[in-house]
């Protein structure tokens, strides 16, 4: 394998020959967490045959460069966050409380544009493979597998094209299974690992989930 991927088209491809072991699994459902974890998903369900459906988890990023996740959030008041980063960060209960409510609203507004009236998929008894187009931290994706786990599911497959080794360790512990293309050592961010890692639209999403099977 290469050391990038051309885009997440190409990723989701791949990842899709890593899971083709799932393609005869009865009832399979395939999750992106959007955006960018959604045309990565839509190559996967197309070549497992499977439904697909989205997965609406809120990254928490530190007040002061919200790019770097110090948690996440998912529906039903999951919510997962490094308890080692906000104590040597000295980030304060009240700057947790406000931007947690901002992203609540924001997990909101996406699970109306992007399935509308729609109800989620049923996940009870079903094998469940969540895609995403790469972990750094790994909080969205735990936040993920923590909400999966309450609607009992007969099994989660975490499947990432690239992760940092100890990210993808640590899902080893929640997921039944991680199938993750390239664990680099220095990995640095999730975008250097493709070629083309343009922003992923609302309106994309919308698309490809009115292209699935689903």
């Known amino acids: 394998m290469s050391n990038s991927f051309r885009d997440r088209k190409d990723a989701g491809q791949a990842l899709a020959e890593a899971l083709s072991h ?20 839509w190559e996967v369900a197309q070549a497992l045959d499977a439904e697909l459906d989205v997965l609406v988890v809120r990254k928490l990023g530190v007040p002061w460069q919200p790019e770097v996740a110090m948690g996440a ?19 304060s209960p009240d700057d947790i409380e406000a931007i947690a409510r901002d992203e609540t609203t ?16 049923r996940i009870e008894g079903r094998t469940v493979i969540v895609v995403d187009d790469g972990l750094a ?24 094209p690239v992760s940092p080794p100890d990210t993808a360790e640590d899902m080893e512990q929640l997921a039944d299974e991680v199938v993750c293309l390239m664990r680099p050592p220095g990995f640095g961010a999730v975008g250097q690992w493709y070629q083309r890692f343009d922003q992923t639209s609302d309106e994309e999403v919308q698309a490809l989930l009115g292209t699935s099977k689903s």
Do not use: C
Request: glycine letters at 8%.
């Open 22 to 41: 799932y393609r005869e699994t009865p009832d399979l459902l395939v999750l992106g967490l959007p955006r960018g974890g959604v045309p990565v998903a």
């Open 73 to 91: 959030i998912a529906g039903n008041g999951v919510r997962v966050m490094h308890d080692d980063m906000v104590r040597s960060l000295n980030i």
């Open 106 to 121: 924001e997990l909101e507004r996406r699970e109306t544009t992007y399935r509308g009236h729609r109800p989620p998929l």
């Open 137 to 160: 931290t790994g909080a969205t994706m735990q936040a993920a597998v923590k909400a999966l786990r309450a609607q009992s599911p007969e099994r989660i497959v975490v499947a990432v």
